[in-house]
Structures are given as C-alpha cells and as structure tokens.
C-alpha cells in the first residue's frame, strides 16, 4: 500500500455523476475512500493510503457545487426595489422607471476596479462555504467599454485571490443604454475586440426579452461575436415569448438560460442542437413568478443545468441547497437530476467538465463533504449547515469547524 498519495477520507459514502457512451448522465453511489494526489483524485473507493488519512465517519462525499449563472460582480444593494416588487411593482416596471439594472450600472460607474474586486470577495466566500466550487461571473453592469472592461478586469484580478474557479462571460447586452440599440450594436463590436485583445472572456451573453434587446440586435450581435470566435449565451424568454431562445440555439448557443416562456414545440429544437437549459428558479421565487418547464425540457432530451442568478436585483440567493429544494419542489425534477444539473451539467455549460464536476480518477479533487443520511434530504432540509469540508483542487478551503470528520 504506497503513502505517496497526500491526502485520503475514509469511510465515505460517495455520490457522483457520471455520463455513459451515451452522454447520458446518472449517479454512481459508491462506498469506501477517496485518495487525492497533489490537486487530483488518484482513486475513488478502494483505499490506497496516503500521507494524511481522514476518517468521513460515514458521510455523503459529492462533487463541488457549480453556478453556471451569476452576475458577479456587482456593489451596492436594491432593497428598496424588493419592498416596491413586494408591494405589487412588476421588474419591467422598475426597469422603465430608471431602477433595476440602471441603477447597479450608476453604482459601478462610480466605483474603482479594487472597490469591485474587495466587495465580491465576500460573495466569493459566501459561495464557497455553499459548497460552490466554481462559478461563472457575467459583466453588464457597464453598459460603456470603460466599465464593462473594469467589470471584466475586475474578475480577472478576483480569480486570483479566491479559492474558486471563476470563469467569465461578457454580458455588456444586459440593459439598452441611453443612444439605443443600433448605435449600441457598433459600441459593442468594439467591445467585443477589446475583449478578444485581453482574452478576458470566452464567452458573450445578451439579454433579449421584454424591456430589453430586440430579437433582430440579440442576433445581430451573436453573429458578430460567432465571427470573432465567441461562444454564446442567452438570457432568453423569462418575461416574454419571442423564439430568440431557438434563434440562439440555431446559432450554436452554449446555453440558452431562464426559458420560462419557452412553447412545447421548440423544446426539441433545443435537444437537436445540444443546447443546454440553464434554469433558476430561485429567481421564480424572488419575483413570484412562474417556474421554467423543467419536466418537460429533461422529458424531451434537453440537458437540464442549474443556477443561482445570485445578483442585487432580482434575486439574492445563492446556496446551491435552497435551489435543490426548488428543482424537486417547484420544477418537478428528482434528486438526482437536481444534483446532476448542479454539478456536472453546469460544468458542461462553462466548458470545464473535463476537469470538474464528477468525483472520478484523473479529474481535480473538488469534493464537498456533507453531515446527511442521503441525497434526499439535501432538498429536504435545505441548509448549508449539511456541510463539514469543502476541498479545492485538493486542498481544504472551508470546514465547519463545530463538526469536523474525526
């Protein structure tokens, strides 16, 4: 038995995704050890010894949690715009009247790069003690090349301070400024070149949808950002049918995202194309407004993923835990789907599942160790009280230290 291994956790109950020939993804539940070398698991179940043994006690080990959609990062708060909402005002309402996304835009055109990076340093840490592991941050409170750069320097400068893996997309289509959208459109194509100049994001994002861009700019501008080697996302048919979530999927999309509106006959249009489903609904909860079809998408071969949406507006939950509860509560969705689509879904989204995502032998060891007696009682009880340890690339990041595995 070799002690060249760095670390192991004994007496695990292990449970993974994981995707057959088929890419279809199930759960593996496995008991026994997982031994981790450097920043990568070396073997999971059978016991191999290691430098440092820690004893699980018998607790559920799952792969770390994933957020393939959040607006990180953003400063300041819109409590005042939750008690107007709480009180009957729509979020289309709010927008018209200068609120919503303006008024974050105002507040990050008067802060500095280093007062964006120290501010969403806390959220960092608040999703990582949620067991969130890696995590996607969108540009879009910039609305001008100046701000969405800082906004996208910003996340540059933030991935090398947190214990997580940060991967950024451009969202500088997220609210229609004040010169409109053509001339916004030529602004953005600069953008867009600046970006690829600094290599600051891989990915471009666009929210079309009511109150927002028109269906003919969204897919004039994924054109352009498809020429330049771009990949795509859509915030797409949340307030609003407007069949842009199929133009973007026709376009390559990686994702088309919320799709609360979605009709029944585009849904296999989304399974042809490979598009995944990135789906909130916490975001359903915060506004009181209908849950995504999540029944009918998986039903209908769409891959399902899952998000927080976690920003200043429109929703300001985060844990991965009370989302679990919602996909099984509100969108009809199993455990295991919920988990899948937490992890290794969300994965595939940002382009990272060949590394993450999964507890298997060759991929980084992000683990997330969980005092419960089973997978349905995450959803049941949804509280990030379930974790003890949180491992990044194989280091301990987080742990809680009233009840630590002896």
Same mark, same amino acid.
């Given at each position: ?51 440092? /043994? ?55 055109? *008067? ?51 947190? *214990? ?39 990915? /471009? ?9 028109? /269906? ?38 990686? *994702? ?98 060949? *590394? ?33 340890? /949180? ?16």
């Amino acid at each position: 038995m070799t002690k060249s291994a760095d670390l192991e956790i004994s007496n695990l109950r292990i449970i993974t995704p994981f995707e057959d020939r088929e890419y279809e993804s199930r759960l593996h539940h496995l008991e026994g050890c997982i031994t981790i070398k450097n920043d990568k698991i070396i073997s999971v179940g059978e016991c191999q010894g290691a430098k440092l /043994v820690i004893n699980g006690n018998g607790m559920i080990a799952i792969p770390g949690f994933i957020d393939p959609h959040t607006h990180i990062p953003f400063v300041g708060e819109r409590s005042k715009e939750f008690v107007l909402r709480a009180y009957g005002k729509s979020y289309v309402e709010i927008l018209k009247n200068g609120g919503g996304i303006y008024s974050t835009v105002e507040k990050i055109r *008067s802060s500095s790069r280093k007062e964006l990076v120290e501010e969403n340093y806390k959220y960092a840490r608040w999703l990582l003690k949620s067991g969130v592991t890696s995590f996607e941050c969108k540009s879009g409170y910039g609305l001008d090349l100046e701000n969405e750069l800082k906004q996208l320097r910003a996340i540059k400068e933030l991935s090398k301070i947190v *214990s997580q893996t940060l991967i950024p997309t451009f969202l500088g289509a997220h609210a229609v400024p004040k010169q409109g959208e053509n001339k916004y459109l030529q602004e953005l194509t600069t953008m867009l070149k600046e970006i690829k100049n600094e290599s600051l994001s891989q990915f /471009v994002d666009v929210f079309c949808d009511e109150g927002a861009f028109s /269906v003919e700019f969204s897919t004039e501008l994924f054109k352009r950002a498809k020429e330049m080697g771009f990949k795509l996302r859509a915030h797409a048919e949340e307030l609003s049918s407007n069949g842009f979530a199929v133009k973007a999927s026709e376009l390559g999309a990686v *994702s088309v995202d919320h799709i609360i509106k979605i009709k029944d006959e585009e849904i296999p249009i989304l399974s042809k194309n490979k598009t995944t489903a990135v789906l909130m609904p916490a975001t359903s909860f915060y506004l009181k407004t209908a849950y995504a079809p999540a029944r009918k998408l998986i039903d209908g071969g769409v891959r399902v993923a899952l998000g927080s949406d976690f920003n200043p507006g429109s929703n300001t939950f985060y844990s991965p835990f009370f989302t679990l509860h919602l996909a099984v509560n509100h969108l009809g969705m199993s455990p295991d789907e919920a988990l899948i689509a937490h992890t290794l879904n969300a994965a595939h989204v940002l382009g990272i599942s060949k *590394s993450v995502g999964t507890i298997e032998a060759g991929k980084q060891a992000d683990i997330v160790v969980l005092d419960a007696p089973s997978l349905e009682y995450l959803p049941y009880m949804p509280t990030n009280e379930h974790i003890r340890m /949180v491992l990044k690339n194989g280091r301990k990041v987080f742990e809680n230290k009233d009840n630590i595995p002896g």
